[in-house]
Nanobody
Framework: QVQVVESGGGLVPTGGSLRLSCTAS????????MGWYRQVPGKEREFVAA????????DYADSVKGRFTIFRDNAKNTAYLQMTSLKVEDTAIYYC?????????WGQGTQVTVSS
């Protein structure tokens, strides 16, 4: 079992920046695939970004390419999502996902609200 905890959400103006953090438990964090997803009430959860150590690749949703960056600090068991040039449509609950040991582990989510 992997415990996942997100933090860093908040209220920012359009064009602002925010960094989300995601800490996952376990001694083999460096081997985890880490991803960020987001969800708006009434809509399905959507993919935002992922750093996949299993295949050596980082992917982004088209809607955030060039604005968001996913990176990690394995020494701190933490993955980050740096968000810049935020738009109102980025408003959502952001969830961190850790894929490890054949399973998917989710955090509780952190709210990001971008004001116009």
């Amino acid at each position: 079992q992997v415990q996942v905890v997100e933090s860093g959400g908040g209220l920012v103006p359009t064009g602002g920046s925010l960094r989300l953090s995601c800490t996952a438990s376990g001694r083999t964090f460096s081997s985890y695939d880490m991803g960020w997803y987001r969800q708006v009430p009434g809509k399905e959860r959507e993919f935002v970004a992922a750093n996949m150590r299993s295949v050596g690749r980082t992917d982004y949703a088209d809607s955030v390419k060039g604005r968001f960056t996913i990176f990690r600090d394995n020494a701190k068991n933490t993955a980050y999502l740096q968000m810049t040039s935020l738009k109102v449509e980025d408003t959502a609950i952001y969830y961190c996902n850790a894929r490890a040991f054949g399973g998917d582990f989710w955090g509780q989510g952190t709210q990001v609200t971008v004001s116009s």
